[in-house]
């Protein structure tokens, strides 16, 4: 998520970048006080979410939003000024928010929370996009990511959800087959769904987010576009998207999905 903050007062700009930082600090932050630096650099790298004060020298923003929209017409547009009166010019722009200053941290993850345009990570960054939110699915290119069976699934669910740690044989018979022991038969299961699923990964170009080890296996989490870990992250737009249900169609994901809740902001 690229995030543009643009003030011309340093100090105003400095409270508002690290408002920004403190509610979404993977976001990919560019500040400037200047505003037409700020719009050379939109045209060549547009961002989805653009943060601007109203009174500035060299240009005012409801102009500066004008020519940024121009670049994205779908761009988050939120005004972040000490003037009440130019909110009927700014919504004029169906800005996703009015923020009065000084700009604190709650009120920027209430703004990100309610944005017009969802804004989500470039599908170049990772091959995959997971879902853990409502029923656990994978994406590639858009497209379910098709297993070539549901035990397949199912374990890179497990994976994903055990959050890079390794996992064991007998680990994964625990919760895939709770109701079987470690017999070789099932050990074997594992070697043989493992191995599929490597395929299914490699086949979408992302066998490099299954790390295979002696003694188990793991997801490496930096290689995933996951809700899931964007929610343990702080990302204000996943912490919206949780309403109670984790890989619904999964008994092993009941105790994260517990944890979640206890971690919503609204639990404190």
């Known amino acids: 998520m690229k995030i543009l903050a643009i003030d011309d007062e340093e100090l105003s700009l400095e409270g508002l970048t690290d408002a920004i930082r403190k509610a979404c600090p993977q976001a990919d932050l560019h500040a400037f006080q200047s505003a037409r630096d700020a719009l050379r650099y939109a045209s060549r790298d547009i961002p989805d979410i653009a943060f601007l004060d109203i009174e500035m020298r060299d240009m005012s923003g409801i102009e500066t939003a004008s020519e940024l929209l121009k670049e994205n017409p779908k761009m988050n547009i939120l005004f972040a000024t000490g003037y009440q009166e130019y909110m009927p010019d700014a919504f004029s722009l169906y800005a996703s928010d009015y923020i009065m200053k000084p700009v604190t941290e709650q009120a920027v993850v209430r703004a990100l929370s309610h944005l017009r345009y969802h804004a989500v990570p470039q599908p170049e960054q990772h091959s995959l996009q997971v879902q853990c939110f409502g029923s656990f699915e994978v994406f590639h290119a858009g497209k379910p990511l098709k297993f070539t069976r549901q035990k397949c699934k199912e374990l890179f669910a497990y ?42 990964l490699r086949q979408a170009d992302a066998e490099d987010v299954l790390i295979r080890m002696q003694g188990g296996i793991s997801v490496d989490i930096n290689r995933l576009d996951c809700d899931y870990y964007r929610f343990l992250n702080g990302d204000p737009l996943a912490l919206h998207a949780f309403h109670g249900e984790y890989m619904t169609q999964y008994d092993f994901a009941e105790e994260t999905r517990a944890a979640l809740w206890q971690q919503l902001p609204s639990a404190d």
């Not at 994903?160 to 919760?175: E, K, L, Q």
């Open 159 to 200: 994976l994903i959800d055990r959050h890079g740690a390794v996992c064991s044989s007998d680990m994964i018979i625990g919760n895939l087959w709770p109701e079987d022991s470690a017999t070789e038969t099932r050990k074997s299961m594992v070697r043989t769904i493992t191995a599929e699923l490597a395929k299914t």
